[in-house]
């Protein structure tokens, strides 16, 4: 139990809609990192936020954005979705050298 | 970009076997860390190494950060039935754990 909390667990939206997935962090964790894991993949890096800024993306077009919010949750909206963009996306919240992990949710685009 | 390629991609062994897995680096990290990710969860650490050279036990299990910071392995003994899953290396080369990369795992089947 990371006390890292994400919803909805699992989604299906159709090629160019848009998602907004919700990530709750620990109270005390003042950054949040999202991760895109494809199928038989390890997690990538798509950004971080800290203290409700970005703090540095990964190699992910704009369409990716996200938010973070004064009460440690946070969001990731992925726009103009793309079949590639089936995948689990993971957020992890911590401080420095600590990240602890979500369930994740499962992004199915048809 | 930094690439990580760790390997074996699979392994299948008895109970009580020994896991050996290892993990290179394109890219230097100060950074090395050990991950398990079973079904329908996140990753969940396992072991992190701070240090070239550095080698840190967490019950059966045990890692080496490689002396040219380019590698890491990871070591399981007397493997268990509960150790089934996926483990990842990753790696980051600031003080920010959540910048790492990955490596894309390996998936470890324990037969009773």
């Known amino acids: 139990e990371t006390g890292v909390t994400q919803s909805p667990t699992h989604l299906i939206k159709t090629r160019g809609q848009q998602v907004t997935l919700r990530c709750s962090s620990q109270s005390g964790h003042n950054t949040v990192s999202w991760y895109q894991q494809a199928l038989g993949q390890g997690p990538q890096f798509i950004f971080q936020?800290?203290?409700?800024?970005?703090?540095g993306r990964g190699n992910f077009p704009p369409r990716f954005s996200g938010l973070q919010f004064p009460n440690y949750s946070s969001e990731l909206n992925v726009n103009a979705l793309e079949l590639d963009d089936s995948a689990l996306y993971l957020c992890?919240?911590?401080?420095?050298?600590?990240?602890?992990f979500g369930p994740g949710t499962r992004l199915t685009v048809t | 970009g930094q690439q990580l390629n760790q390997s074996p991609q699979s392994m299948f062994i008895q109970e009580g076997e020994d896991v050996s897995m290892n993990c290179t680096s394109s890219s230097i990290f100060n950074t090395w860390l050990w991950y398990k990710q079973d079904p329908g969860e996140g990753p969940v650490l396992l072991i992190a190494?701070?240090?070239?050279?550095e080698l840190t036990s967490n019950g059966r299990l045990t890692a080496q950060f490689g002396t040219t910071r380019k590698d890491s392995f990871l070591n399981i003994s007397a493997s268990i039935p509960s150790d089934v899953g996926i483990y990842f290396c990753a790696g980051y080369y600031n003080t920010n754990a959540g910048k790492s990369t990955f490596g894309d795992g390996t998936t470890l089947t324990v037969k009773p």
């Open positions: 936020y800290y203290r409700e800024e970005e703090n």
């Open positions: 190494l701070y240090k070239a050279g």
């Open positions: 992890a919240s911590g401080a420095e050298d600590e990240q602890y």
